[in-house]
């Protein structure tokens, strides 16, 4: 049993996309940081005082655990169960703008660029780049 069991067991923790609900990784090149603040996705009794809420430096990722349920829908992460997200970014104490976002549970959204030319980029649990979607849930 414990020969059939401890495989099984470290074949689930070697999978890194079931273990978080999702990340938000600031790959910007010039220093640039984010604030991600989740707007939809998490479970409907979650104030919003209680929601995701980082600021990511630099080459930094801040990642939510799937059984946090202050962002992650209670059973249901799922890749057909999108979170949404407001990310600001910033630089030597100027504000860059806003976006909107989503991205699949268990996936991640990545900001790439500069200040200058900031983009978001959302992949799925398989890292496969998916379609963002604006509007919050």
């Known amino acids: 049993m414990v020969r059939v069991f401890l495989p099984l ?3 689930f923790l070697a999978i890194p996309n079931y273990v978080f609900s999702y990340c938000v990784i600031n ?3 010039d220093g640039t940081s984010i604030n991600a ?3 939809g996705g998490q479970s409907l009794a979650v104030p919003k005082s ?3 809420s980082k600021n990511i430096l630099s080459n930094m990722k801040e ?7 202050q962002c992650n829908r209670r059973f249901l992460n799922h890749p057909e169960n999108e979170v949404y997200f407001t990310v600001s970014y910033a630089k030597d104490g100027k504000n860059g703008g806003t976006q909107k976002t989503s991205c699949p549970a268990s996936g ?3 900001a790439r660029g500069t200040f200058e030319n900031f983009q978001l980029e ?3 649990a398989s890292h496969l780049r998916v379609q963002g979607q604006s509007g919050d849930d």
Not at 63 to 69: A, F
């Open 122 to 124: 959302s992949y799925d």
């Open 50 to 52: 209680g929601r995701f």
């Open 27 to 29: 790959k910007l090149t």
């Open 9 to 11: 067991a470290l074949t």
């Open 37 to 39: 603040v989740q707007t």
């Open 63 to 69: 990642c939510c655990p799937w059984k946090d349920y």
């Open 108 to 110: 991640y959204i990545v």
